[in-house]
Antibody, heavy 114, light 108 residues
């Protein structure tokens, strides 16, 4: 059974940093692209970042480019999202997903507030 | 960036009725990269349809997808009580991937 478990969310001040993790199990992690999607409170889904299976290629939404970095450790079956220069508008539940969205984690809440 | 526009914003229907949800893209897309998701309150999205018309594993056959080019449709043949939720379409063909704003299917 595919399982994705996000962690690392919490309360952070504007301008601060946070690193999210997503522990994957139940599939061959190194064979699949992985994605981060976020959802602001009461809002719709927003794609954030995608990384290729090898980690050699990554894409980021314009709204986070230069501030967020997606990465992965295939030896640990773990996906990461390093978030810097956080803004109030980055407040959201962050989901990791396998491929474009075949399976999703339960999400981790990031709150950016002073 | 390809913009996805879903309509209607809210669909009020009774159990047993047919639901037809629309997703229009700002430019023609490869239908291989059009997906539909269902999301219930407090839950993660669940993949329903990928490649515009292929049902994901475990999805009941009352859900069907169709369309091509710029116009795509998700049809729920006979609404069950558990189908009342928010539905999103997604284009994942090329960066940036984009989602529609969602259609809420509520009980009338």
């Amino acid at each position: 059974e595919v399982q994705l478990l996000e962690s690392g969310g919490g309360l952070v001040q504007p301008g601060g940093s946070l690193r999210l993790s997503c522990a994957a199990s139940g599939f061959t992690f190194s064979s699949h692209d992985m994605t981060w999607v976020r959802q602001a409170p009461g809002k719709g889904l927003e794609w954030v970042s995608t990384i290729s299976d090898s980690g050699g290629t990554s894409y980021h939404a314009d709204s986070v480019k230069g501030r967020f970095t997606i990465s992965r450790d295939n030896s640990k079956n773990t996906l990461y999202l390093q978030m810097k220069s956080l803004r109030v508008e980055d407040t959201a539940v962050y989901y990791c997903a396998k491929n474009a969205g075949t399976h999703w984690g339960q999400g981790t809440l990031v709150t950016v507030s002073s | 960036e390809i913009v996805l526009t879903q309509s209607p914003g809210t669909l009020s229907l009774s159990p047993g009725e047919r639901a037809t949800l629309s997703c229009r893209t700002s430019q023609s897309i490869n239908s291989d990269y059009l997906a539909w998701y269902q999301q219930k309150p407090g839950q993660a999205p669940r993949l329903l349809i990928y490649g515009a018309y292929s049902r994901a594993t475990g999805i009941p056959d009352r859900f069907s997808g169709s369309g091509s080019g710029t116009d795509f449709t998700l049809t729920i043949r006979r609404l069950e009580p558990e189908d009342f939720a928010v539905y999103y379409c997604q284009n994942y063909g090329s960066s940036p991937w984009t989602f529609g704003q969602g259609t809420k299917v509520e009980i009338k």
